[in-house]
């Protein structure tokens, strides 16, 4: 037993994108690959030794052995302790959790988050900072750099820790700490939440239907649904992890967490719909014959979320990704705080939280969370949403139609065109992109574009930018459209048209309706048929 170092090459293609790096499983289980990948990102970060790091994933195939060489490596490269979830299990907040409360030097987190899994599906990993939270551009782009010129790794070479049993033990020199995935992040919960109200509204009759989906929230939501706040067995579905999910495609959202949806949607629907993704940190969140859609998720826990012991002191600031709808930039206005808008990914919420300057944050994507950890967290905005309910006695289409009659409601929706040839996607947004000085004044039906551009972010904080990060095309009125392609993906190119207009009088119209003329003006001044042979989307959410 003893460490090797192992000769390899640079391996084409190893950036990570929106999350982390993601790829099919096949090409993660090829010789070399995850090894590669590995040694960049220690050596990315400065190397590893002496430092602790938090490692776990989703429980998708693959996540046993990976972890397994992600602690060799970690060992061989002189990490002194490591601390993973009892059988590799963490969610992405719960991970992010231990990184920070444990104060260590990081974490790798295995994920490819909404994503299917299994064998043919696929697989991810990210390395998260010191703070929990995904690392920035700065470090993902060294990381990427050093994939081209590694010409070795170093690996232990011995018997693999046993991670079922939970305790300390030692691979090599590197002490392992194999933890309770779940303890935690169940007692940080209580902490911001009131617990015992919320018991007190299921006690009384308040039915809930949490959709684990397979994937790694069912130990998290069975302990503090079922557990801590006493519903019913039974109250958390598809509540035990599987490697392929069991086939389902564990992203929170309409089209696949459709089982739910029926369900909201049915005549004995329960008082409370949600479903989480496969790594924890997406949600969604539907009441009775009432979805609601991310962006107003955010802004109702913008506008109540001093209800919540946590939050009581009242928000510091908020922050959302620029395709995310401006529903809590009104809520901000009320408010009297700040509202920042940032690219896509949860990785630019970071700095912001870090410095004080906002305390919650969104996305369009499902995605919901404030400064308790650095990542989005699914069970948290599910949490919040009951305690809001318990606070307010209201129930889910109460609590938006009076959002919506006090605020106005943005009419949202997103529609994606999955699996474009990469040439086709790329071809649409250059021509769009080279046309993007013209458009001011160009009129499409209704609308006339009053501003169009390529969103540049500046982060206030370190003054870093960003470029490139989705074109929006605004009309008069306020209505627009956002095109970006997705940064998660692992075969082809998905094109994201994110769709939004704001309204202050008609309230309950059916929100594709209510874009209809958005849609068609985006679609002409994308020439989306031309150039991808589509006319309507895959998943619209
Ligand atoms: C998508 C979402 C983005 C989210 C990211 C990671 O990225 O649009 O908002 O932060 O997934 O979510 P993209 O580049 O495919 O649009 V998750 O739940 O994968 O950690
Ligand atoms: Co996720």
Known sequence: MSIATIATAPIDGQKPGTSGLRKKCKVFMGAHYLENFVQAMFDGIGGVEGKTLVVGGDGRFHNDVATQTILAMAAA?????????????????AASNLIRTLETDGGVILSASHNPGGVDEDFGIKFNMPNGGPAPESVTNAIFERTKTLSQYRIWQG?????????????GEMQVN????????VDLMQRLFDFPAIADMI???LKIRFDAMCAITGPYARAILEGALGAPDGTVVHGTPLPDFGGMHPDPNPTWAHELMDEMMGENAPGFGCASDGDGDRNMIVGP???????????VIAANAHVAPGYSDGLKGVARSMPTSAAVDRVAEALGIDCYETPTGWKFFGNLMDDGRVSLCGEESFGTGSDHVREKDGVWAVLMWLNIMAATGKSVPEIMEEHWARFGRNYYSRHDFEAIETEKADALMADLRGKLDSLKGHVEGPLTVAEADDYEYLDPVDGSTSAQQGVRVVFEGGARFVVRLSGTGT???????YLESLETEK????PQAALMSVIAAAHAITCLEQHTGRTSPDVIT
């Open 178 to 185: 194999i933890v309770d995935p779940v303890e935690a992040y």
């Open 203 to 205: 006690k009384d009759g």
């Open 491 to 497: 075969s082809g190119a998905t094109l994201r048209l």
């Open 507 to 510: 309230l309950d119209l059916e």
């Open 159 to 171: 018997a693999p820790v046993d991670l079922s049993a939970i305790g300390v033990t030692k691979l």
């Open 289 to 299: 014959g009432c979805y609601v859609s991310p962006s107003d998720s955010l802004a």
């Open 77 to 93: 490269n002189g990490a002194a302790r490591a601390i993973v979830g009892q059988n590799a299990l963490l969610s992405t907040p």
